[in-house]
């Protein structure tokens, strides 16, 4: 194998691997989703659109990644800032902010329906202080914010740590003669963040973003666990119409529209948080 090759051979596992696991099932929808009987439609689209459920869904899931996303990056920043200026104790610290990454949606999901359920930790702490008389429903049918609050506090803790991994990575590249430089010349603790460690930090944010606000579009398991069908999002209905409407079509043609809505936001970040040439030289 000649020095030109290797990369192509080196690159050939991955590129198997992504048309197996990604590129052919992907294919597989986007047929489901625009063939009927062998012949090109929209009939899917139009009948996806046009069920009462779906602009509920759509803005439901819009609005928990506005929710979400934000938030997790300002505390992935916060936590990561912390640990990376940490001498000791470092890597404990980042092993406990990180533990929530090792449990699953729906585990994440149940623990927080302790929390808020009729007889959980919330009642029973409200109760115990003398705020309440008797258990509050938080998360019926008829107080849907309550629920989407719970879903976005269910998130936060279960998902900033992948934010919080990819920042403190980041952040371990950057020189440390940057801050002192900037240091010198008089500028305090924000002014080093904001001039120095941000516009550094811009790769890793661009990857932090793209990956967390993905799979804020394909939340489920935590809504499902809090709010089951009284909080529809996108990913809830694409198992709805597959398993329990039995339409495959349909339910692809959701898949193809968090896909579309998932490569939008990956382009504005990409355009957003690009890194012009000549710093990456």
Do not use: C
């Amino acid at each position: 194998m000649t020095p030109r090759g290797l990369p192509y051979l080196l690159l050939l596992p991955a590129t198997l691997f992504l048309g197996v696991f990604f590129l052919y099932p992907f294919l597989l929808v986007a047929w489901e989703a625009f063939t009927q009987e062998g012949a090109f439609t929209l009939q899917h689209f139009a009948t996806m659109a046009g069920h009462w459920k779906f602009p509920t869904a759509f803005w439901n899931t819009m609005l928990l990644a506005l929710a979400v996303v934000p938030v997790q990056l300002a505390l992935a920043l916060l936590m990561a800032t912390l640990v990376t200026r940490m001498t000791t104790g470092r890597d404990v610290f980042l092993y406990i902010f990180t533990i929530p990454l090792g449990i699953s949606d729906l585990a994440a999901g149940i623990i927080w329906l302790a929390i808020f359920e009729q007889t959980g930790f919330l009642n029973t702490l409200l109760a115990g202080v003398g705020v309440i008389d008797q258990p509050a429903t938080w998360l019926g049918y008829q107080n849907k914010g309550m629920i989407f609050l719970a879903v976005v506090l269910a998130e936060v803790w279960r998902a900033t740590a992948i934010m919080l991994v990819i920042l403190v990575a980041g952040m371990g590249l950057i020189p440390k003669e940057y801050g002192e430089a900037a240091e010198v010349f008089g500028a305090g603790p924000w002014q080093r963040f904001v001039r120095v460690t941000l516009p550094l930090l811009r790769p890793s944010l661009q990857t932090a973003l793209i990956l967390r606000t993905i799979l804020a579009f394909e939340v489920f398991a935590v809504v499902a666990a809090l709010g089951g069908t009284n909080l529809p999002v996108l990913m809830g209905e694409t198992f709805v119409w597959q398993f329990d409407l039995q339409d495959r079509s349909v339910a692809a043609a959701y898949a193809m529209v968090i896909l579309a809505i998932s490569i939008g936001f990956t382009l504005f970040f990409l355009r957003a948080l690009r890194v012009p040439r000549e710093a990456q030289l």
